[in-house]
């Protein structure tokens, strides 16, 4: 036996291990995805596995799952929803935690340190502590059911991460780029304009893509504070509904809970890398 | 059409008001003397985040504590009450079990499997491609995730055709009965945090390979020239290498264990005994309007996690120390 031969014997193992965790890893997906192309008396006659038996047969799929879910079960609408409740409840955050974290590391004020270590405590508080407060509040303000208070609530919520990692980013920004620009005659506002938001752009998009898709996958702070307003109800919330009320409809429900996963998908195959350095740079906070 | 411009509009005040608040702040102070300007400007930047902290975490945290005293109204004080109920209410005490089951199994499996992953596929030439299918389920939700899986585990007696994968090889496959994963007491639980793991398994991994690419290869050659086999390598060097990136990675595994909710309240709302902690919390908030229990559950899971926050705050506090 040649070296070569052994050597690809003894590593079979390893790769025999790897492909059958990637496979069990993907299949339940790949069962979602085949089985809302499927007409529903397939679906219920037989496992989605079977369309393999005619690989080629192109008959056997079509789109009437995710026609009915869009239009009358309302997941068009709910996207739409989705889309107006994430794009707001990112770029805020984002905006008050720049201004913050460039203050936290460039600007020396009393009690810095200390309001610093209350971020980072904050970041692991469970949100549980906060819901009945923040709904009592919101029932008197009018807020509750509305964009507005739930792009706020998220607001709240991002913010500690959002800060501890741009403070973080712009503290390892070189400080003699700030201290010759403050010495050529610069304002903060122009070094924070100019220096620290341009060349912190891998960190913003991190912490945005994060963000939106913390927003667009979240559950529990819609339930709170959207209840039972079907006009504002977001993806999550009108698919949390569906398996209810369309209980053994395995055609409609696989559709809806694809439509659900298309966007986020999409950002993690276009902006994967980003979504890994974000959560390198997040890790440290534990 | 309507909507999708009141969300424009909406994108366009939210984020423009936001620099406008700022813009508009710096301007004022511009009038003020340069001495009073250089003090009054840090507050300016990091004025609204302090006042959406203290409305949105502070004041409710400290708020639910006070509320955990009082009854379901919040009017009467009624002193230990509903943390008495908390600890031996039969339902609470099976949503415990339940949080320490995930607490044990979840992050056992989660961060060694991350752990073995790591080590695995830096040996093979299509890493990348393999990390992005285990990685994967981190981008969609956990209710996406629930509907996954449901399916995964769906149940039909025994003769009617299987369409849940799962049954479909326990009973046509191998032939024992089908078996309802998440009715089955003995079953479910576990059911329920293999879909934790699959979706978070992928998040060990990353964390965990960046940290095992950091170790130096010179290091483990020359364990290798020394004669170490690649199982002694793994527990001698790796792993005491790697000790507290591991310590990292488990103690995020047990925050997001202690508020895990989305999965158990899409695919069982809690029945059959998979009840965990945050759901209870928000049953006795929403469905029974026990505000004053809701609020006791609450802070026993801040209590759970104040230890993690201890440890974050120290850690970085050495951090600043070095930088």
């Known amino acids: 036996m040649n070296a070569r031969l052994r050597k690809a014997l003894s590593s079979a193992p390893l790769h025999v291990a790897i492909v059958g965790i990637a496979l069990i890893w993907s299949l339940p997906s790949v069962g979602l995805l085949i089985s809302s192309f499927r007409p529903r008396n397939d679906v219920f006659a037989s496992g989605w596995w079977t369309v393999f038996q005619h690989p080629f047969d192109f008959t056997q799929f079509q789109l009437n799952n995710y026609i009915h879910v869009l239009t009358t079960e309302g997941m068009g609408r709910a996207f739409l929803n989705s889309l107006t409740i994430s794009i707001p409840s990112t770029v805020i955050p984002i905006a008050v935690a720049a201004f913050a974290g460039y203050a936290f590391a460039w600007m020396e004020f009393p009690g810095r340190q200390v309001l610093f270590v209350v971020v980072v405590g904050l970041l692991v508080v469970p949100l549980q502590m906060t819901l009945i407060p923040l709904l009592r509040v919101y029932n008197r303000l009018g807020l509750a059911g509305t964009f507005l208070g739930i792009w706020l609530a998220h607001t709240g919520y991002g913010l500690p991460f959002a800060v501890y990692l741009l403070r973080n980013f712009f503290g390892t920004l070189p400080k003699d780029l700030f201290e010759s620009a403050f010495i050529d005659g610069a304002s903060h506002l122009t070094a924070f304009f100019r220096l620290a938001l341009p060349l912190s752009i891998p960190a913003l998009a991190s912490l945005a893509i994060f963000q939106f898709l913390w927003v667009w996958n979240d559950l529990l702070v819609a339930l709170i504070y959207l209840g039972g307003t079907e006009a504002v109800a977001p993806l999550t919330l009108k698919m949390a509904n569906l398996v209810n009320s369309l209980g053994q409809n395995w055609h409609l429900l696989t559709a809806a809970a694809f439509v659900t996963m298309m966007l986020p998908l999409v950002v993690f195959f276009s902006l994967q890398r980003y979504f890994v350095q974000g959560i390198l740079a997040g890790a440290v906070k534990g | ?323």
């Not at chain 2, 300016?44 to 502070?58: A, D, H, K, S």
């Not at chain 2, 025994?158 to 326990?170: C, F």
Request: charged content about 15%.
């Open chain 2, 1 to 323: 059409m309507k909507q999708i411009f009141s969300t424009l509009l909406a994108i366009i005040i939210g984020v423009g008001g936001i620099v406008a608040l700022f813009l508009g702040l710096e301007f004022l102070i511009g009038f003020l003397p340069d001495r009073t300007q250089e003090r009054v400007r840090p507050w300016v930047y990091v004025g609204p985040l302090l006042l959406i902290l203290t409305f949105f975490l502070v004041y409710p945290t400290l708020n639910t504590l006070y509320l955990s005293f009082l009854d379901k109204y919040s009017e009467v004080f009624v002193g230990l009450d509903n943390w008495r109920y908390a600890f031996t209410n039969h339902a609470m005490l099976i949503s415990f079990r339940n949080n320490v089951l995930w607490l044990v199994v979840f992050t056992a499996l989660t961060v060694s499997l991350g752990l073995v992953l790591a080590v695995l596929l830096d040996r093979v030439r299509y890493e990348a491609v393999a990390k992005s299918i285990i990685f994967l389920p981190m981008a969609i939700s956990f209710v996406g995730a629930g509907v996954i899986w449901k399916f995964v585990y769906a149940f039909r007696p025994a003769g009617q055709p299987q369409i849940g994968i799962l049954n479909a090889v326990v009973n046509t496959l191998l032939g024992f009965q089908p078996i309802g994963w998440l009715i089955e007491r003995a079953m479910n639980n576990f059911a329920l945090i293999a879909v934790g793991v699959w979706i978070w398994t992928g998040f060990c991994m990353v964390i965990l390979s960046a940290a095992y690419k950091g170790i130096p290869r010179e290091l483990l050659e020359a364990a290798r020239v020394d004669g170490a086999n690649e199982w002694q390598l793994f527990w001698r060097v790796t792993l005491p290498m790697m000790k507290s990136t591991i310590a990292v990675v488990a103690t995020t595994m047990v925050i997001n264990v202690l508020k895990i909710f989305d999965i158990v309240y899409v695919m069982t709302n809690g029945n059959f005994d998979t009840e965990v902690i945050a759901n209870r919390m928000y049953k006795e908030m929403f469905a029974f309007r026990e505000f004053g229990r809701a609020s006791a559950i609450a802070v026993i899971l801040l209590l759970a996690i104040i230890p993690v926050m201890a440890v974050n705050i120290r850690r970085f506090q050495e951090q600043e120390a070095i930088r």
